[in-house]
Structures are given as structure tokens and as C-alpha cells.
């Protein structure tokens, strides 16, 4: 049973890795988008282990983007480092800020990270020397040249990584201190867990993790502004594909990214601008009639089956 | 020798005095009780002790070192663990996985021993089935499961917040075994309860609060017999 399942795991990333040796440039970038949506997705389920909820995603992918962009553009560092960098401003943010605000829980966590996200955007607009202000600032080129096959890879490993740091936070210790967190956190306490620190180092962590998506992005569409870098988008669609697919897991976030990347994809071309409608009422469905997401429900009927 | 001893310790909710001046100590290896009726202050006093509320006023030693700002995981580490009056199993985790969270961060152990460590205390304390979701197990189970928690972080002292409570006296003998095999351990242990039986036939000596302060300290026999006890039970007469 084992074997089988990591069989069927070496399979599927085979058939990803081999992907474009006979896929074409456009399926190409719409797995560019559901890659890079999967990592965010999987960063704020990540998160959500500790029962925190962030509406900040769309702060850290833009201020990672920012960071890398810049620090590519004024140092002529090399795009990748600059990426992986990205990741650690988000990550050193997310230090500073989360050591002063997770006194707080739940929706008061909530509030402060949407705030957080549109003070950044504020901040960038109104730095022009620096940041390009309004207009955002454009890079010479996109990263390898927009060389689509190559781009695909710097993709795939931003969400091979996401999804290994998710099985390491499920597989560890850290699994059940996250999981008495966000159940009892009067348990957690007497039993000898540092609450604060974990939810410090979880925030960080998946700060990281959406600071090199966000730099990622910006090196790919070689490109960064206030409007685009720190869109909505970042933050609605990764929790809309976590709930779909499932919360509390790996495969959950990666399923609902895989459904909801391809339906958004058919429904930009069917009715553009309408998508983020359908999200909404993807979210409100899927709350009220499964949920556990897919993945969760699917289990479920699994394990009856099972015992039958 | 005293394991833990608070001086004039007091907690206040606002305008409330849930505790005030309360001084006593916990002898090592010895079964203390703590009783008094309704809201005397028990599970407060338990709750500052383990370090979920820091005192007003007055000071905790253990092992003879000043505690009382120690927040609760340093305090369960150190060696002062507790259950809790109404149950806290953690949902998403497994029986055995719940007393895992114990060894793991009370003690510190690496999740393998952590595993070993939990099914040895569920087979002490006779829980079977170990990979079995919570929400399949009985009100003794769970409230053995929490005390197999509370248990894997080694404690030195241990609080039983009401363990008995809701239990049949079939289960309530079979608690009464349970408690004395874990003070066999050297063990130290506080135990607040309702059901004086098992205070006559467990403790050694007991503390009786009443609106947050004691009342009267000694052996069962004697402070069951104190007039002040009784009043503060029964009320005075008319």
C-alpha cells in the first residue's frame, strides 16, 4: 500500500518533470500559474495548521517581489538568488511583525494581516525613487529570457519545495504542535509547548514561502507594480483552492489548485472579469456542502468504504 | 520536604478576588487534597499555579526556586503537570497521538521515543486501541488519556482537577487504583474533588478553600470535622 502510493508520487513527478518535452508553450504557462498559485495555497494552509487565518498572502508575494526585482535591478545580482532572497525579506518581515502581533488570535490575526498587505502597497506607491511608485518598475527582461521550458522548472521546484516543507510540518513534531495550537491552545500550553515561538516560526516560514513565489513572479512576467504585485488575486485564490481541495493537508491545497487553476483558466476566456465571482461562489459553496474539500470528503468516503 | 509552596498568593479578575493570601505547600510524595465548595477558588488556584495566570500577588517556589511568572510550558517542563476539570482532548489527533504531545514537548523526547514513551503509559493506565480516533472513547478514557498526557512530560508534581467527576463508582474505584499507582511512581500529586470518599480514602492531608482563602489545613478526619468547613459546605443555620 505504501510503496504503491510513493510509486504513484515518483510517476507523477516524472510526468511533470517531463512535461515539456511534449506540451506547448501555452499549457506550459497555465501550469506556470497553477504552480505558482499550489505553492501559495499550501504556504496559507500551512499557516492555518495553527488556526491562524492571513489575508496578508498578497502583502509577502509583493513585497518579495519588490525585493527581488530591485535587489536584481540595482546590484545586477544574479535573478535566482534574487528570488531566494525575496524569500528571506518576506521571511525577516514576517519575524518583525509576527513577533509583535501574534499576541493576537484568529480574527483579530485576521484583520491586522489585510492591513498589513495594503500598508506595503501604500508604502511602495509612495517611494518612487526606489520602487517606481505607481507606475512599478520594469525589468530589462524576464528571467532566462522568457524561455518557457526553463521558466516551467524554476516554477516546479518553487512548489516541489512547498509541498516538501508541507510533508516535513505534517510528518514532525511540529505537526503536533500545530495541531494542539489551533485545537486547545490551554493544552498546548500545559504540555509543555512554547506557543508563541511556534506560531513566530510558522509565520515566518510561510512568509518565506510566498516571498519566493512573489519573487518568482516578478522575474517571470519581468515586471512589478503596486496594482499587480499586490492583487487581491494573492490572497483570495490560494484560500479559495486550500477550502476547495481541503484544509489541514498537503494533497488538499494541491488538488483544489490543480481544479480551480484549470476552471479559472476556462472561465477567463469565457467571461473575463467574471472569474473572481465564480471564486466567491466557489468558497461559499464549498464551505456550506463539503467542508473538508475534496480531498477531505473523498477520504472520508474512502475510509467507509474501507471499514465495510 | 516541601516540592511546591505558594506565599500569600493571591488572583484577581477585575473586581473579583479569586484567591487572596493563600500560603501552603506540597510535601514531596505526599497526596494533598483540595476541596471547598463552588467557586472556593480551586481550579484558579491549579490555573495559577500551572502558570496559565500569572498571580497578582504573592509568590510560587518550586523546588524551592521563584516560579511565579513562569509561563505554563516552562512550568511543565520543569515538572508541574495537570489535567483538566472538563476534558481537553485535542480533535485531529489520535489517543495515542494525544499522549504523544506530552512526551514531546513536556519531556522533549524525538517523536520515535515519544511514541514508545505514550503507548507505555497507556498500558499503564490500561488504555487499549491506541490508534483510535477520540471521538470512539469514554468519558474514563479520556480523562485516563489526559492523565497519560500529563504523565508523559514526567511530572514531579501533578495535578487531578476533578478526575472522578461524571464517573460511575465502578470507575471511580477503578480511578482510586489508577491514582494510587501513579503516587507509587513518587509521584507528587494535588487532587481537587466533590467526592469526599475518594479524598478520605486517597489524600494524606487537605487544604479547604473557601472564597479564595484557606480555611483549614490537616488530615481528612480532622477538617471534615471543622466547624468553619462545614459552615462553608452547608451554610449556617438560620
Known amino acids: 500500500m505504501r510503496n504503491s502510493r510513493y510509486l504513484l508520487y515518483l510517476i507523477l513527478f516524472l510526468i511533470l518533470l517531463t512535461l515539456p518535452l511534449y506540451t506547448g508553450v501555452y499549457f506550459l504557462n497555465v501550469m506556470d500559474i497553477i504552480l505558482i498559485y499550489m505553492a501559495l495555497a499550501l504556504s496559507w494552509d500551512m499557516l492555518l495548521r495553527s488556526g491562524q487565518i492571513s489575508f496578508g498572502m498578497a502583502g509577502l508575494f ?5 525585493a527581488a526585482a530591485l535587489l536584481h535591478l540595482h546590484t545586477g545580482m544574479n535573478p535566482i538568488v534574487s528570488i531566494a532572497l525575496g524569500g ?11 513577533s509583535a502581533v501574534l499576541q493576537l488570535r484568529g480574527m483579530y490575526f485576521a484583520i491586522v494581516t489585510l492591513a498589513l498587505a495594503e ?76 506557543v508563541f515561538k ?23 512576467y519581468g515586471f512589478v507594480s503596486p496594482e499587480g504585485s499586490f492583487s ?70 474512502m475510509k467507509k468504504t474501507g471499514s465495510q | 520536604m516541601a516540592i511546591l509552596r505558594t506565599e500569600k498568593l493571591a488572583r484577581h479578575f477585575g473586581g473579583l478576588v479569586a484567591l487572596s493570601g493563600v500560603s501552603m505547600e506540597f510535601r514531596e510524595n505526599e497526596i494533598l487534597g483540595i476541596i471547598g465548595p463552588n467557586g472556593a477558588g480551586k481550579t484558579t488556584f491549579i490555573n495559577v499555579i500551572a502558570g496559565i495566570y500569572l498571580p497578582t500577588e504573592g509568590k510560587i517556589f518550586f523546588e524551592g526556586r521563584d516560579v511565579s511568572e513562569m509561563p505554563a510550558h516552562r512550568k ?12 481537553r482532548p485535542l480533535p485531529g489527533l489520535s489517543l495515542v497521538e494525544n499522549v504523544m504531545v506530552g512526551s514531546l514537548f513536556g519531556k522533549g523526547l524525538a517523536k520515535k521515543e515519544a511514541r514508545r514513551k505514550a503507548e507505555e503509559l497507556c498500558g499503564f493506565l490500561g488504555l487499549a486501541d491506541l490508534s483510535r480516533d477520540i471521538s470512539r472513547m469514554t468519558a474514563l478514557e479520556i480523562k485516563k488519556m489526559e492523565i497519560a498526557r500529563a504523565l508523559a512530560a514526567q511530572p514531579k508534581l501533578l495535578f487531578l482537577d476533578e478526575v472522578m467527576a461524571g464517573l460511575n463508582s465502578d470507575e471511580t474505584q477503578e480511578m482510586i487504583n489508577t491514582v494510587r499507582k501513579i503516587h507509587k511512581q513518587g509521584i507528587a500529586i494535588g487532587i481537587v474533588e466533590h467526592i469526599m470518599r475518594v479524598i478520605r480514602e486517597l489524600t494524606d492531608r487537605c487544604v479547604v478553600l473557601d472564597w479564595g482563602e484557606v480555611i483549614a489545613e490537616g488530615p481528612y478526619e480532622k477538617v471534615s470535622a471543622d466547624p468553619m468547613v462545614i459552615k462553608a459546605y452547608l451554610g449556617e443555620e438560620a
Not at chain 1, 62 to 66: C, E, K, M, P
Not at chain 1, 120 to 125: A, E, G, K, L, Y
Not at chain 1, 253 to 266: C, D, I, N, T, W
Request: net charge positive; aromatic share 10%.
Open chain 1, 232 to 301: 487581491v488575486d494573492f490572497t483570495l485564490l490560494p484560500i479559495a483552492m486550500a477550502l476547495l481541495g481541503g484544509m489541514h493537508s498537503t494533497w488538499g491545497p494541491v488538488v483544489g489548485a490543480v481544479v480551480l487553476g484549470v476552471v479559472s483558466e476556462f472561465l477567463k476566456l469565457q467571461i473575463p472579469y467574471g472569474h473572481l465571482m465564480v471564486y466567491g461562489l466557489i468558497i461559499v459553496v464549498a464551505i456550506l456542502f463539503f467542508p473538508q474539500g475534496i480531498v477531505g470528503t473523498l477520504g472520508q468516503k
Open chain 1, 119 to 194: 500598508i506595503f502597497r501604500v508604502i511602495v506607491r509612495n517611494l518612487p525613487d526606489l520602487t517606481g511608485g505607481p507606475e512599478g518598475t520594469v525589468l530589462p527582461s524576464a528571467i532566462f529570457a522568457g524561455d518557457s521550458t526553463r521558466t516551467y522548472f524554476l516554477v516546479l521546484s518553487v512548489a516541489v519545495a512547498s509541498v516538501l516543507a508541507s510533508e516535513i510540518f505534517q510528518r514532525t513534531r511540529i505537526h503536533f504542535a500545530l495541531t494542539s495550537i489551533r485545537n486547545d491552545e490551554i493544552v498546548a500550553k500545559s504540555s509543555g509547548i512554547d
Open chain 2, 76 to 87: 511543565c517542563r520543569l515538572g508541574i503537570g495537570r489535567t483538566f476539570q472538563l476534558v
Open chain 1, 198 to 220: 511556534y506560531l513566530v516560526f510558522i509565520f515566518v516560514v510561510t512568509s518565506a514561502i510566498q516571498g519566493v513565489v512573489g519573487g518568482a513572479y516578478a522575474h517571470i
Open chain 1, 88 to 98: 528571506g525579506v518576506a521571511g525577516a518581515l514576517a519575524w518583525i511583525i509576527g
Open chain 1, 62 to 66: 509583493g513585497v518579495g517581489g519588490y
